[in-house]
Structure formats: structure tokens, C-alpha cells
């Protein structure tokens, strides 16, 4: 081939290999293509790349290769290094120049070597000793170190014994060869560096995220958690989905880009949270805002319960009292009765005191007879720190003691919803790559149903993505199950499944993905995972509703 055409043809060798290097996106894959990159276009037998830990001084070893010796170790192919890390330093701190291939970092100079055995300025006892156990010969070496943008040494590329392409002989890396591989060497550098970046700033994303999660989680006790189960229930219904083989979404796929989006999805969900006041995330009873205020209503029954003393002690003392010698008459009579009613008054203030003490705790169900006491015991009157004569409880502690389910008020779950607003308003505001631009579309459907009766945007089914759907059946699922909720215990897997059946037939959640979330036994893998062993109760599937058997 004449030189000129050689020429070319090694340019656009090395032109598809910049391409390729600028493609890949695993590291040890990266690392990999590398060497093999390098000892294709020198045709060298063997070839070592390290890489440099500047801050234990050492150089790595990350891929090893010879082929003659089918010597194949790190990279991708799995086979562990047994080599330890070459010191750049000895001891004493002195930079360690005798080895050629430590001089090419701390030189930051390519080094050719046309025959090692006949270098005089290197120490090549190592190579010699390998050689002498293995029969192999160590010759010719080259050795080029990759530096980044601002002209650190990041690795060093090592290749051993150049082959003529004619006769296969052991002979000295040329000069073009020596320019080709240290034109690789500077891609390879910004390819790696750049890979690097990316991988740190997608760890410090995450990081921020889960920076985000621990603050929310940290503000309540009762919800703790939630944030880190959701994401990963989302990721078990979804790779469900995805090696599922029957159904209408059986031809549903995703990418490792797309698990990461939605994974990402999960991890923000519910990040409005972080504006959610303290005192309604974590309001564990129905009285509470700073404080428990039940304890206020302590000392109210206590101030009707001594006056109810003082109306008995008035009463005794303006009953006629019998002459000597006379017995109680009448006046034992009332004096009997006055006590009994006193009696009377003071059990049923320790029983509505005990009653109060029960509502103000959050169940899932308030019976109109418990409200219509609450109301009653409302009108009870008292004299305030004032001395005025109100009513025993104000409108506000009527309406919270008479929530129906939970320990929120109407207006304090309107606080709660909002929370999906702000993450919505978060999410949309910044400037998501392409591979992440539907982050906020995944998260923001959390809340939404089939039936469009959700929030906040009331979508149906149709508008909605499955990513979407996946995340908010994930959501619910957890929240029956959570076994740290103030007003409740986590439920059974028999109970939870049974209401997300019901959520099914009533167009809550998507009815596919409960067929998958039944038929793959997500439902039983997160139960491993999360629930208390009394959780996990056996499920009868025939008697839960929705579920198809069939399918």
C-alpha cells in the first residue's frame, strides 16, 4: 500500500475510533475500547492502560492484555487484576524515575522504547522476571500518557512488542505510530473526562435528591421513609411490566435510560413536600398543632368538675340543718340525693373526658353517633380564663374532633394536595436533558385517576403516561401498607390488596397494571421488603376483587 493511501486509511482508522470513543457510555466499556484501540493500530501484542489515583500516588492497573499469552484481565472481561497499584513515589517521597512507565506520568512525555533488554536508562528487572517465568519476550514498549483539558495526567496507555503486518516479527513502534497513539491518547483523555463529569454529576443529582427526601422524610416521624419505598415499589410494578409476556402490555419495554428517568420520577414525587408546614405532616392527632391541645380540654373538665364540687358543697350547706335530738328526716333524704347527682356529674365528665381522648385520635372511620356527642358535649358551658361563660369547645376544636377519617381537616388536606402543585411547578421549572424531560409528567401523575376524579389536573387514563399509572398505584400501595401512619396500622396484604381491588373496579388506578401488579406477585416481593411479618397474611386471590385469574 503506498504510504500516502496507508496514511489515510490509519487517519480514518483513528477518525471512527474518536467516534466510537465519543459514543460509549460505560466506562469499563470505554476504558476497553482504549487499549484495544491502541494495540490495533500499532498491531502490538500486548498492552497495559492504568489509571493514576493522585491522591495515593499510585498508578492502577485497569486492563491487561497479551494476546500470545491469552493474558485477558479487567475491562469488560471480568477476570479480576492481581497486580498491585505501581508507586509514582518511594518512601521517601522521591518521584519514582526508573520506571518508564511511572516517568511518562511524572515526565507527562511519551516514552519509545525500541528493545527494553538493551535500555539502559530504565529499570526493567519486573519485565525481565515476568519474562522469565512465562517465556515471554518483552521488547519493544511505548508508553504514552493521557492527559485532560487542563493537562493532568489521568492514565497511561503501555503497549508491548509492535508486529510487522508482513512477517509478524517483534520490531520498534514507529514514529506514526508513536503520533497515532498519542492523537488517541488525548480523545481517549477528553472521552474519559468527560464520561467521569457526567457520572459525578449525575451521582451529585441523585445525591441533591436524595439530599431533598432525607428533609422531607425528617420533618415527620409518621411519613419517613416515603419518599425512598415509593420510587422503589414504582420500579418493581414497572420491570414487571416489562418482562411480562401476556396482556395488553406485554409489548411494553424500557431502557436502562428510561429506569433511570423513572426512577429519577420517583425519588421527586412527592418534593413539594418540602414547603408542607410541619404541623400538618406530622399532626399525628386531631387537637394537635404545636401542641397536643386535648390537654387544654383536661383542664376544662377539670374546672367543670370543681364546680360542680362547689354547687354540691352550696347545696349541702343551704339544706336545713335537724334540731338535737332529731333525726335526718328529710335532710338525710336530700342530703343523699344532692351527693348522688354530684356522683352522677363527675362520672360523666370522666366518661365524655375519656370520649374526647378517643376521638382526638385518627381512625379510619367516624360513626355519625360519635360526631353527634361531640356536639353535644360542644354545649357543655364553663367559665374561661376571663371569667366569661363560653361554650365548652370552639368551632375549631368541633371540626377537628369531628374529622371523619384521619387526623387532617378539610383545609388541612387542601395543604397536603397542594404539595403536588408545587412539585409540579419544581419539577416544570427546570431544564431537564432530553434523556430526563419527562421526569415531571411521570411525578406529577401521582395523585390523578382513571376516571379523570383526580388532582390536580384531573387527566383520565388516556392522558396519562404508563409511567404515570405505574407510579401511582406504588403510591397508594404504600400508604395502605406503611406501618408509621399516626391514625392507623399498616394493613395486611389481604386488606391493602382488597382496597386497591375496589380502586380497580371503581376506575382509581389502571386495571392492567393491577392485573400485573397480581399476576407477577409484586405486591408479595415489596411485602418481603417493607412489612412487618404480621403483615404478610396468606392472600386468597379469588376473593379479592378485580382480579382476573384468567389473565
Given at each position: ?357 378517643y376521638c382526638n385520635v385518627g381512625r379510619e372511620a367516624m360513626p355519625q353517633s360519635d360526631v353527634d356527642r361531640v356536639q353535644t358535649i360542644a354545649h357543655y358551658r364553663w367559665r374561661d380564663n376571663d371569667g366569661k361563660t363560653v361554650g365548652f369547645l370552639s368551632d375549631d376544636e368541633v371540626e377537628n374532633l369531628s374529622i371523619r377519617s384521619g387526623t387532617l381537616t378539610g383545609a388541612e388536606r387542601e395543604i397536603i394536595n397542594r404539595h403536588i402543585e408545587v412539585t409540579i411547578r419544581m419539577l416544570e421549572s427546570l431544564p431537564w436533558p432530553k434523556h430526563l424531560k419527562n421526569v415531571p409528567e411521570y411525578a406529577a401523575g401521582h395523585h390523578e385517576r382513571m376516571d379523570g376524579r383526580g388532582y390536580p ?95
Amino acid at each position: 500500500m503506498p504510504a500516502t493511501n496507508k496514511l489515510i486509511y490509519r487517519l480514518k482508522e483513528l477518525n471512527e475510533i474518536g467516534i466510537a470513543l465519543s459514543q460509549q457510555r460505560d466506562i469499563n466499556s470505554l476504558l476497553e475500547l482504549i487499549l484495544e484501540a491502541a494495540r490495533r493500530i500499532t498491531r502490538a501484542d500486548a498492552g497495559t492502560l492504568y489509571l493514576h489515583d493522585p491522591e495515593r500516588r499510585v498508578l492502577r492497573f485497569e486492563i491487561v492484555r497479551t494476546d500470545s499469552l491469552n493474558i485477558s484481565m479487567g475491562g469488560v472481561s471480568g477476570e479480576p487484576i492481581s497486580y498491585y497499584p505501581v508507586q509514582l513515589y518511594d518512601l521517601s517521597g522521591k518521584p519514582n524515575h526508573a520506571m518508564v512507565v511511572c516517568h511518562a506520568v511524572l515526565s507527562r512525555e511519551t516514552v519509545n522504547i525500541p528493545d527494553a533488554y538493551k535500555a539502559q536508562d530504565y529499570d526493567f528487572t519486573g519485565t525481565r522476571n515476568f519474562d522469565a517465568k512465562t517465556g515471554y519476550h518483552s521488547q519493544s514498549f511505548l508508553n504514552v500518557p493521557m492527559c485532560d483539558h487542563e493537562g493532568e495526567v489521568i492514565g497511561v496507555l503501555q503497549l508491548i512488542n509492535a508486529l510487522d503486518r508482513v512477517s509478524g516479527q517483534i520490531v520498534p513502534f514507529s514514529h506514526d505510530d508513536q503520533q497515532l497513539v498519542e492523537s488517541l491518547a488525548s480523545q481517549a483523555a477528553i472521552a474519559l473526562t468527560n464520561r467521569r463529569l457526567i457520572q459525578q454529576l449525575e451521582g451529585l443529582f441523585e445525591s441533591f435528591i436524595q439530599l431533598i427526601n432525607n428533609a422531607i422524610d425528617d420533618k415527620s416521624p409518621y411519613t419517613g421513609g416515603h419518599c425512598s419505598r415509593v420510587p422503589v415499589l414504582t420500579m418493581m410494578l414497572a420491570d414487571a411490566v416489562t418482562r411480562t409476556r401476556q396482556g395488553p402490555l406485554k409489548n411494553f419495554v424500557m431502557t436502562e435510560e428510561d429506569r433511570r428517568e423513572l426512577k429519577i420520577a420517583g425519588l421527586l414525587h412527592d418534593c413539594g413536600k418540602i414547603t408542607t408546614p410541619v404541623h400538618v405532616v406530622d399532626k399525628p392527632t386531631k387537637l394537635h398543632t404545636l401542641f397536643d391541645r386535648i390537654q387544654l380540654l383536661d383542664t376544662r373538665f377539670e374546672v367543670l368538675k370543681r364546680d360542680a364540687e362547689i354547687t354540691m358543697l352550696r347545696a349541702l350547706a343551704s339544706s336545713p340543718r335537724p334540731q338535737a335530738g332529731e333525726g335526718l328526716g328529710e335532710r338525710g333524704v336530700d342530703e343523699a340525693a344532692i351527693r348522688a347527682e354530684y356522683q352522677a356529674r363527675i362520672r360523666q365528665l370522666n366518661d365524655d373526658r375519656e370520649f374526647l381522648r378517643y376521638c382526638n385520635v385518627g381512625r379510619e372511620a367516624m360513626p355519625q353517633s360519635d360526631v353527634d356527642r361531640v356536639q353535644t358535649i360542644a354545649h357543655y358551658r364553663w367559665r374561661d380564663n376571663d371569667g366569661k361563660t363560653v361554650g365548652f369547645l370552639s368551632d375549631d376544636e368541633v371540626e377537628n374532633l369531628s374529622i371523619r377519617s384521619g387526623t387532617l381537616t378539610g383545609a388541612e388536606r387542601e395543604i397536603i394536595n397542594r404539595h403536588i402543585e408545587v412539585t409540579i411547578r419544581m419539577l416544570e421549572s427546570l431544564p431537564w436533558p432530553k434523556h430526563l424531560k419527562n421526569v415531571p409528567e411521570y411525578a406529577a401523575g401521582h395523585h390523578e385517576r382513571m376516571d379523570g376524579r383526580g388532582y390536580p389536573r384531573g387527566l383520565t387514563r388516556s392522558q396519562m403516561s404508563l409511567q404515570a399509572r405505574v407510579m401511582g398505584i406504588a403510591d397508594i400501595f404504600e400508604a395502605l401498607t406503611a406501618k408509621d401512619r399516626p391514625y392507623k396500622a399498616g394493613k395486611t396484604l389481604t386488606e391493602s390488596l382488597t382496597i386497591l381491588g375496589k380502586f380497580k373496579l371503581g376506575g382509581h388506578i389502571d386495571p392492567d397494571l393491577f392485573d400485573v401488579f397480581i399476576r407477577e406477585k409484586v405486591y408479595l416481593d415489596y411485602a418481603w421488603k417493607f412489612l412487618a411479618p404480621e403483615q404478610i397474611d396468606e392472600v386468597d386471590l379469588s376473593k379479592i376483587p378485580g382480579v382476573n385469574l384468567e389473565v
